[in-house]
Structures are given as structure tokens and as C-alpha cells.
């Protein structure tokens, strides 16, 4: 089950705290914010994002991946035209990840895979959210998915609670989607990421079932985003 | 890029006046008044802590995650029984816009006190590192606490102590049995973890010092008589730390042992204040300690709720 705190943190323009069944992330958006120079492009926005890790010194080469996938889909749906010579800055602090405890990514190589897709998973929605907080200009709305196929079913890696679990399915492939919502339907793949072994069958039904999944995470969020709205323009009534 | 907190002269004269007449830009009433700590242990895991300040009015002032793991490394040559201990603390862009990402040393104080913390745990034995050892000179357990800053308003070194406390007294690690050489680590389905050895809570307190006089001036004209020449403030926020000149910092434990004393720089206090100090201190150490063993005692309770009907002890009466 996915929880979702908006505007978390006072100080930045944008923040969400987002805990799925095993994972928990906090984002932050802001923006548009005066550049450094190599970051100053003359007819758009650049975007910067930092993903933390939950322990250790980072972003080590792990989170930089993951980094460069939340850039390339944020380039695609932030308006960057109407910030032209200005920065917007997501910063990401994963809290939570199912593979923090010693030895949890032992027994299963997979673990080694499924660790930053579930991490990047949440840090996806969660900035949407973010961004929506931070009314930075968006073209259309976007939910990402995590989907692993196992010889018999198909998984929400989302909604698995039992950790014990989680480590220990056996994955034959694993697939991040990220689609793009307009008017309350998904339309484009974002961003396809997929690992394993798979066969053009097995796509096809990870990606009908993302669009179910992602028709119905949408409306969750639609309904947070509606609230937040009329809390925030109280004054508007 | 990152913009230091600027402070106008207005604001940093009305800052100042307030202080002088006790009162506090958060409405505080004392400044010698703490904001409310809380600390939140997260239920299914081991040693991981939120804490927060609250101000008076509910918001949040400043908000840690402190985060315990545990790794199985090879032991430092000098000392091949020893387990490894380390805190890892950095702001980043998180915390506030004044705060750059990849800046080491942002609010250059992070490390200091990082390193601070690490030094009072280690070196007044708090953390027993000789209980990490799995097999001399190969293999010993090396504890990290992670310390994300989530929201960022003043009192940073005493969270962050308090947070660290709480979470290596709350972790357990997996147990291991050796056996000829061979070590297994056993899985929490198998055996039971095995808590850290915390000998002692060390929490360290932040004494800001205000002067009311140029520094100068305090050490031309003191005497032994006078030596109301600073305002003292407990838990400045960020602006009242920008504007303090000078620290003391003292590291007690419930048993009334100072720990570790620092004082680097600002002004100059008279030598009497630190029994002044330490006597202040002691309360507050004391009611902290007691909030982190009834938040840790709370969640023993609820993860162990069934330990009354499977304890094979006897009831015990007393007259």
C-alpha cells in the first residue's frame, strides 16, 4: 500500500515522503533556481538530481544510474522551456530499502538488481508528487511501476510486505515502467527498463498489466492531488 | 547554486535584543528552554530512529534519521580485536537551500560535530568494540550510523548524539557462531540478534554563548568579581547559531561522569562557569536518557507482546 505525505519540508518548494509496502523515500523539488555556470543553457531549464543512499557515503555509482534515469524522464515531462538559464534541483534521500539489513542480498541474484529498481521505483513517484508541490510547469503526469515476472505470475514488487519474501522470489525477469497519464489515461512509455529473460509475450502483458496498475495508482494520486489543491487555495472558495 | 543564509543587521539586532531579554524568536520564554524532543523508532526494523524538535506551536524545527548497519570487514592491523566504529553525517540539499549537493564541509560544522560524537562514543568506551570480534584478525563487525538531516533548524549536535545513542542501543546485529575457523551468520528466523554491547549513554549538550560586551573588552577589564559577561542559550536555531560567538560543549552520562569537555574558541568564560555548566547539564542529560530507555522500552514491549505468556518465570511476591 502506497502513503504519501505531501510538502514534508517547509524550507524547499516541493517535498514528498512516500512509503510503498518496503521501501521509503523522501524527495525534494526546487526550482527554478539561479544556475552555475556550466549549468546555465540558454534556451532551457537544466535539471539536477542527487539520489542518497540509505547508508553509506553517497551517490556512489549505483545511485548515479539511477540519477541519470530520473533526469532523462524529468527532461521529458518538466516544461524546461519556460525556465530558460535556471536550475531545477531534485534531491532524493531513500530511507528505507528492503536490502539495508546485513546479508539480505545474499541467496538471490537478484537481490543485487531488484535493490536500486525498488529504490528507484518510489523515488519516481515520489517526485512527481514533488513536482506537483513545487508547481514547477509540467507537461503531463507520469506513474512508474515495478513489475517481476516469475515462471507462473506476475508481481507488484510494490506491494510485497514480507521482506523474507521479497528476497527470495524467483525473478525469471524484472521490468520498470514509467507511463505517461494524459487526461486520466496512460498513453507513452517514459522509460522501459527491463532485466532478465524475457520474450516479446512476457513484455506485452507486463506492459498491459502496468497500464491497469497505472490507471488505478493515478486515480490514488488524483485524489491526494485534489485535496492538497483545495487546501492550498483555501482562499480561493 | 547553494545561498548562505543572510541575516540583515535589523534582524541580527532584534535577535540579539530578544536574547538579552530572555526571550526567543520561536516564543520561546527561557533561554535556557529546550524545544520538545521526539523519538520515533520505525516498528518492523533494527536501529533506525526519527527524531524530531517541535516548536511551540507544533511545527517541525529539525528532523534526523539515524540509521544503524552492519558489515563484516577485515580489523585494523594495530588493533586485530577490535570492531570498527564510524558516523556518517552530511547535509545536502535536503535540508535547506543554504545547503549545496557534493560540498564537503557545507556547514563545516557537520563533520566537526560528526566527528565529535564519534570520538565521546568511542572514546569513553560507550560503544564496547571488542564484543564486535568474529575471528581475531580477520574478521570483525564494523557498525555504521548514517545521520540524514531531513529538516534543519539549530541543535543539531544534540539530536544527532541522542539519535545515535538510540539507535546503537536499539540495533541488533545477526548472531554468528564460529566454528574451526568457519563462521556462520545466522538469519533473525534462526537465531535472535545480538544487541551492541552500549556500556553507557554519553549525550552531549551545547552550551552558545552571546556576549554582552566586545571580547576584547572581557579580556582587558575581567576580574575575578565580575564574570556576567555572556548570555548563555540552549538550543540556538539557525539563526541564533549564526549569530553566537563561542560554544562549550560537555558530554555527560546519567551516571554524572563528564565525558568529554570542548570549548574551541569565542569568548572567553571565567573557569568557574564549568562547574556551573555541568551542574546545568545534569538534569537535562538525565530526563533525555530516561526519554531514549522509555521510547526503546515502549518497542520492546510491542515487538515482544507474547514474552509474558512464554517466560517460564515464576510470579515473585513481595511483602
Redesign the interface.
Known amino acids: 500500500m502506497t502513503n504519501l505525505k505531501y510538502s ?5 518548494d516541493g517535498s514528498c515522503e512516500l512509503s510503498t509496502s518496503n521501501s521509503k523515500v ?1 524527495t ?1 523539488v ?1 526550482g527554478p ?4 555556470q556550466r549549468h546555465r543553457l540558454p534556451l532551457q531549464s537544466a535539471i ?1 538530481v ?1 539520489i ?1 543512499p ?4 553517497g551517490p556512489t555509482p549505483r545511485e548515479v544510474l539511477m540519477q541519470d534515469k530520473l533526469a532523462t524522464v524529468l527532461q521529458a515531462v518538466i516544461v524546461t522551456e519556460l525556465y530558460p538559464r535556471k536550475l531545477v ?1 531534485v ?1 532524493a ?1 531513500i ?2 530499502s528492503p536490502f ?4 539480505s542480498m545474499m541467496g538471490n541474484s537478484f537481490n543485487e538488481i531488484l535493490s536500486p529498481m525498488i529504490d528507484l521505483n518510489s523515488c519516481f513517484n515520489s517526485s512527481f508528487i514533488s513536482l506537483c508541490d513545487s508547481a514547477i510547469a509540467l507537461k503531463s503526469s507520469f506513474v512508474s511501476t515495478l513489475l517481476g515476472v516469475t515462471e507462473d505470475k506476475l508481481i507488484n514488487i510494490a506491494e510485497v510486505s514480507d521482506l ?1 519474501l521479497l528476497r527470495s522470489f524467483n525473478f525469471k525477469s524484472l521490468h520498470h515502467i514509467v507511463l505517461e497519464v494524459e487526461e486520466n489515461k496512460p498513453t507513452n512509455v517514459l522509460l522501459l527498463d527491463s532485466q532478465g529473460d524475457f520474450n516479446d509475450d512476457d513484455l506485452v502483458n507486463v506492459l498491459d498489466n502496468a497500464q491497469k496498475i497505472t490507471q488505478k495508482e493515478f486515480q490514488n494520486i488524483r485524489n491526494i492531488l485534489k485535496d492538497k489543491v483545495s487546501q492550498d487555495f483555501i482562499w480561493k472558495a | 547554486m547553494a545561498k548562505d543564509l543572510v541575516i540583515t543587521n535589523t534582524e541580527r539586532q532584534f535577535i540579539l535584543d530578544l536574547l538579552a531579554n530572555s526571550q526567543r524568536l520561536d516564543g520561546r520564554k527561557s533561554l535556557l528552554q529546550q524545544r520538545d524532543l521526539n523519538i520515533n523508532i520505525t516498528p518492523n526494523r533494527y536501529g533506525d530512529i526519527y527524531l524530531e524538535l517541535k516548536r511551540d506551536d507544533g511545527s517541525i524545527a529539525t528532523r534526523l534519521h539515524c540509521k544503524v548497519t552492519a558489515e563484516i570487514v577485515k580489523p585494523k592491523d594495530q588493533r586485530p580485536f577490535e570492531g570498527t566504529f564510524y558516523i556518517n553525517c552530511e547535509f545536502n540539499g535536503l535540508a535547506g537551500l543554504n545547503f549545496e549537493n557534493y560540498k564537503v564541509g557545507n556547514n563545516s560544522d557537520e563533520f566537526y560535530y560528526g566527528r565529535l560524537i564519534e570520538s565521546m562514543i568511542l572514546r569513553s568506551n560507550a560503544l564496547d568494540l571488542e564484543q564486535l570480534c568474529i575471528v581475531a584478525g580477520l574478521k570483525v563487525w564494523n557498525i555504521r550510523v548514517d545521520v540524514h538531516v531531513l529538516e534543519f533548524d539549530g541543535g543539531f549536535l544534540e539530536l544527532a548524539s541522542i539519535g545515535c545513542m538510540t539507535a546503537l542501543l536499539h540495533y541488533r546485529r545477526p548472531d554468528v557462531t564460529v566454528r574451526n575457523e568457519k563462521v556462520t551468520i545466522h538469519s533473525f528466523d534462526e537465531k535472535e540478534g545480538v544487541k551492541l554491547g552500549v556500556l553507557h549513554i554519553p549525550i552531549a549538550l551545547q552550551f552558545n554563548l552571546f556576549p554582552l560586551k566586545e571580547a576584547a573588552e572581557i579580556i582587558k577589564t575581567n576580574t575575578s568579581s565580575e564574570n556576567n559577561n555572556e548570555l548563555v542559550v540552549l538550543d540556538c536555531t539557525l539563526k541564533e547559531d549564526l549569530l553566537k560567538d563561542g560554544e562549550f560543549i560537555i558530554a555527560l552520562n546519567k551516571n554524572r561522569e563528564i565525558v568529554q569537555l570542548n570549548k574551541p574558541g569565542g569568548i572567553p568564560i571565567s573557569a568557574s562557569k564549568i562547574v556551573e555548566f555541568s551542574h546545568m547539564a545534569l538534569p537535562i542529560i538525565e530526563e533525555t536518557t530516561n526519554k531514549i530507555l522509555k521510547a526503546i522500552d515502549i518497542d520492546e514491549k510491542k515487538r515482544n507482546k507474547y514474552a509474558h505468556l512464554l517466560s517460564a518465570e515464576n510470579d515473585r511476591y513481595v511483602e
Open positions: 514534508v519540508l517547509p524550507n524547499l523522501i525534494a526546487s533556481l539561479e544556475p552555475k539536477e542527487v542518497k540509505s547508508f553509506g557515503m534541483q534531491n534521500q530511507l528505507e539495508d539489513e546485513f546479508g523474507d
